[in-house]
């Protein structure tokens, strides 16, 4: 039997890079996969690459109130138990604070607080019956602040205090939560910061989605007696 069959695990940011390689990942080990994303084509693509049936597609905003209220009733809709949620979805805006505006930083705070805080919020319920497991793919900003990214990094600290109380929440009723907190990632932002940070992008030097995926599977299959907390990845060779 396949690792994870018999599961439903909803994946969010599943139209990029470390999102759709989660989502393959999972659904490759038999899960069925909920992938949430903007990018209707990419997301369609991600959902193509998934082995027949496994995949279902919830392209949405999550940042609207509406489309997210909306994708949570229809992913229930079609599956009354979700075992896990991966939260992968993050935007980023590099500016010092002086110069910094205040719409990247609400535009920010919206897709990688506040949405992740109120899909779990919306889908507590069901991974409380299932005692299932959320995932959040928080960064290094999440630990340490640099200059420059003052309002991601408040955003990250802030989606790491969300996982830490959640988890002193739930970990009673069989709820386990984990951070990962990814270094340098070869991905499209990647390659989009170092580009405005005037520094060379050598993809092949970075973590690999594939590589947060397997951290992720491995997260999930986890005997019912032990829960990780935190996971810290760095590249290998550092840049």
């Known amino acids: 039997m396949a690792l994870f069959s018999g599961k439903t695990i909803l994946v969010t940011g599943a139209s990029g890079g470390v999102g759709g390689a989660i989502a393959r990942k999972l659904g ?12 209707r084509e990419r997301l369609h693509q991600v959902a193509s690459a998934l082995p027949k049936g496994s995949a279902q597609s919830y392209p949405a905003d999550l940042t609207s ?63 409380t019956s299932a005692q299932g497991q959320i995932i959040f793919i928080n960064s290094s900003a999440g630990r340490t602040a640099q200059a420059g990214v003052s309002q991601y990094a408040a955003t990250k600290h802030a989606l790491r205090a969300v996982a830490d109380s959640l988890r002193e929440e739930c970990n009673a009723a069989g709820v386990r939560v984990c951070s990962i907190f990814l270094g340098a990632t070869a991905t499209s932002m990647q390659a989009a910061v170092r580009a405005e940070q005037k520094r060379p992008y050598k993809p092949e030097l970075l973590i690999q989605p594939e590589d947060v995926a397997g951290v992720v599977s491995s997260l999930l299959a986890l005997p019912r007696t032990a829960e990780i907390t935190d996971v810290i990845m760095r590249p290998m060779t550092k840049t």
């Open 65 to 127: 109130e509406k489309d997210l209220q909306s994708t949570v009733e229809s992913i229930l809709a079609k599956n009354p138990r979700i075992d896990a949620v991966i939260h992968g979805a993050a935007i980023i805006a590099l500016a010092p604070i002086a110069t910094a505006s205040a719409e990247d930083f609400d535009r920010q705070f919206q897709t990688n607080v506040r949405a992740p805080f109120r899909l779990t919020q919306l889908l507590l319920p069901t991974l």
């Open 28 to 39: 490759e080990e038999g899960a069925t996969v909920c992938l949430s994303g903007r990018n």
